[in-house]
């Protein structure tokens, strides 16, 4: 996410007209480049989650490939979010994002309470 958020905000002018391009083919499936390996940052996140559900450090009831496209579209709400609004630091809004996929939406101390209700 830091190397996502360097880019944007480097090449922040380019952002809206690509998105834009992005959202008129929105059900066009990633072009195969024919190279090994990931070609999508979907792609990036879908390994990165299903070697964490392999460790048991994130739930496996849900498909890594499921779970990626859900982290893909909170990290471009994040994104849409800087774009539109000046004073933002895309890191921090980057950090939310995955913060909230990570721990959810529910504040700290109910999650424990929850917790601690179920034992």
């Known amino acids: 996410m830091d190397a996502l958020s360097e880019w944007c905000e480097t090449h922040r002018e380019y952002l809206a007209p690509y ?17 090994s390996g990931p ?3 979907v792609d990036v996140y879908t390994w990165l989650i299903g070697n ?3 460790s048991g450090e994130l739930r496996g ?21 800087w774009l ?3 004073n933002l630091k895309l ?3 980057l950090a939310a994002a995955v913060d909230l996929f990570l721990q959810g939406a529910t504040p700290r ?10 034992i």
Request: positive net charge.
């Open 91 to 93: 890191r921090n809004e």
């Open 52 to 54: 964490s559900q392999r």
């Open 84 to 86: 539109l609004t000046s």
């Open 109 to 118: 101390s109910d999650t424990a309470e929850k917790r601690r209700r179920r």
């Open 39 to 41: 070609n999508d940052i």
């Open 19 to 35: 998105l834009r391009f992005r959202f008129t083919d929105i059900q066009a499936p990633t072009p195969d480049t024919g190279a």
């Open 61 to 81: 009831d849900l498909g890594a490939g499921h779970l990626a496209v859900l982290v893909h579209h909170l990290s471009l709400g994040a994104l849409l979010r």
